[in-house]
């Protein structure tokens, strides 16, 4: 069978450049590569393929032979490809390594400590706590070192065994065509021992899942998506190894009063037109409470006044931001008698036209 040309194997033209053709490669092996097309004929001879493709092709005397006469003027220069797949690790195995994460030439003691998975937890809190910060107690369900065996998932006073099939190294090599193959031990899941005696509590687990009290101290300013660590509060490690980390995810409940905006906070207060056109010392609220506010004369609706330093504290910085007040000019929706007569009043001075008076149902009847 005829091979087929090399460009056309990676997908590239004659013009690629090193980076280009590495890049293209890379794509290739990641599609074809055994360990992700186990038992694949097709995909084996694709990866092959490819693999001498890019060895030709990365190669500068190579790819000019290649270029001026083909694959018979590789032959004549006593290149005759890949015979194997451990040939392509010997040849390039830093691309396998660091850009595909294959670990072909690499081996793993099974039983090195590892450590444990990270977990999270969403924690909800209420406004003026995240303000001024508060210590929350909650409860998690994870899993923990087993007592009675201390993770060595054996009965106290008996010791895992070594794996017969794969005499301890966790993995079994297999012949499949031109590859040799390496895969975790199917007798022992890739530990390389086997537990004859499980421990009774955790079943030979080596963790139990368990529910636990923590407490966190969210600190003055915490937002929502705020992110906490407690270290060692994560999934329990395995073979000796350290705990993962707890991540405590923040989420703070919208408060009536006030809307938070960075490290400003801002506070609606509504007034009379009397106030805003007249002026007026106010009331207004706080996030430590009631403080006197002066409404300056002639103030339109939706105007805003900033007052300094009454903010949210500054996460993992020094003072607070600012309270934005928003004045609103209320209209009353109803007035009394004498009221409306004042507003007419206050009209025909100011040389605005109103509507006239309605009469209601009784002076209709009066009159």
């Known amino acids: 069978m005829s091979k087929r040309d090399y460009y056309e194997v990676l997908s590239v033209e004659r013009t690629v450049t090193v980076t280009e053709l590495k890049k293209a490669y890379r794509k290739k092996a990641h599609e074809f590569h055994p360990d992700r097309n186990p038992d694949n004929p097709v995909s084996e001879e694709k990866f092959k393929e490819a693999s001498e493709a890019y060895t030709v092709l990365n190669d500068p005397e190579k790819r000019k032979l290649y270029d001026q006469f083909g694959h018979d003027g590789l032959k004549q220069s006593g290149f005759n490809g890949f015979s194997g797949f451990e040939e392509a690790f010997s040849s390039f195995g830093d691309i396998f390594e660091d850009f595909l994460g294959f670990g072909g030439r690499r081996s793993a003691d099974p039983n090195q400590p590892r450590r444990g998975a990270d977990l999270r937890y969403d924690l909800e809190i209420d406004f003026l706590e995240a303000v001024f910060g508060i210590e929350k107690e909650f409860k998690i369900d994870k899993h923990v070192t087993c007592h009675k065996c201390k993770g060595g998932r054996s009965e106290p006073g008996h010791s895992p065994a070594t794996c017969s099939t794969c005499n301890g190294q966790g993995k079994v090599t297999r012949s499949q065509g031109f590859f040799s193959i390496a895969t975790a031990c199917p007798a022992c899941n890739g530990e390389g021992v086997k537990i004859t005696h499980p421990c009774k509590k955790c079943r030979g687990a080596g963790t139990l899942r368990e529910r636990k009290s923590l407490s966190m101290k969210a600190p003055a300013g915490v937002d929502t998506g705020s992110r906490l660590r407690l270290r060692g509060e994560g999934e329990a490690g395995k073979n000796g190894g350290p705990a993962g980390d707890l991540y405590v995810v923040i989420h703070v409940k919208a408060d009536k009063k006030f809307e938070r905006h960075g490290d400003d906070v801002v506070v609606t207060v509504p007034i009379s ?88 149902f009784f002076e209709k009847l009066m009159n």
């Open 273 to 360: 037109f009397p106030q805003a056109a007249l002026g007026a010392d106010i009331k207004i609220p706080t996030l430590e409470g009631e403080m006197d506010f002066t409404v300056k004369a002639g103030t339109q609706s939706d105007m805003l006044t900033q007052v300094s330093g009454h903010g949210i504290p500054r996460l993992q910085s020094y003072g607070r931001g600012n309270l934005i007040v928003r004045l609103i000019v209320e209209t009353p929706k109803k007035l009394s008698h004498r009221e409306e007569e004042l507003y007419r009043e206050l009209a025909k001075e100011a040389g605005t036209n109103v509507r006239p008076h309605q009469k209601g």
